[in-house]
């Protein structure tokens, strides 16, 4: 990796994908998913994950903005921030790795339209690492300081909440997104049934 790679952060997607790009999904639309024969075990535990990381990063950004607000209690928020907010970090992490190593080359053979989409997934992926990454480590600060000095936590509890809102905004596009691309490339090619 050079110097300038480095440097470069990837970028926070502010948009969706490109029209078109989805347009096997007008064949597979997500009304019909559920009653296909090829919506396996393995795709629904995958949606379920999803929903998962969907919970959890509007609850770590909504308990921050309770903290925020005063209405909960500064170890309570503590201790939800410690579990939840691990919980959401340690498996984003696993689930990225395991779809940049295995998943999306699986796609990708079964399907070259995929490849169509597989560099903004690829980027959505750097992107949220990196703010997982900010997130754990004002996460880790406020922890420490509701213990030592809770106005410092609550002045860095400021700080994480944009961190928290910047994670559920471009986990929600891209969770949605890649759905929007996967799933129908799975039934159709009736793949991890
Ligand atoms: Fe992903
Ligand atoms: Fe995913």
Known sequence: MTHTQLMEAPKFRETDLPPGMDKLLQDYPRASWDAHKGFAQATRNWLGAHKAFRKLSRFTREDTQRYLDKTVEAEKFASNLSYFGNALVANLYGHHHWEDMEYFPELSAADPRFDSG??????DHQCLNGLLENLTLKANRVIKLVQLDESAAYEEAGELLP??????????????????????????HRLRG
Do not use: C, K, N
């Open 118 to 123: 597989l560099a903004i997934l690829e980027e």
């Open 163 to 188: 961190v928290t809102e910047a994670v559920e905004t471009l986990l929600t596009r891209h969770l949605a997104d890649e759905e929007d691309l996967a799933v129908p490339i799975i039934l159709h």
